[in-house]
């Protein structure tokens, strides 16, 4: 990275955005922004974060982890 190039970092948990945050305060000028849904975020971000393979973020759920959160936000009824 050169000078004046700004260095572009997602965090999707509190944790990170702390871990982050602290390794970026020595950096100075730091701007954190939060997204409240998929149509708050400009389209070269959700392309980065969603979308393109190379830098999108997966992680793989099991069932249970599914089922708890069907659970947790009451099950789907199409009717």
């Known amino acids: 990275m050169t000078a004046g190039e700004a260095s572009v970092r ?22 954190t922004r939060r997204y409240r849904g998929l149509a708050g975020i400009e389209a070269a971000v959700l392309r980065d974060t969603c979308v393109a ?23 789907y009824d199409p009717a």
């Open 10 to 31: 997602h965090a999707f948990s509190e944790p990170q955005l702390a871990m982050l945050a602290a390794e970026m305060q020595s950096r100075g000028n730091v701007v």
């Open 53 to 75: 393979p190379a830098t999108r973020k997966t992680d793989r759920v099991t069932t249970a982890e599914v089922g708890a959160m069907i659970e947790m936000l009451g099950s």
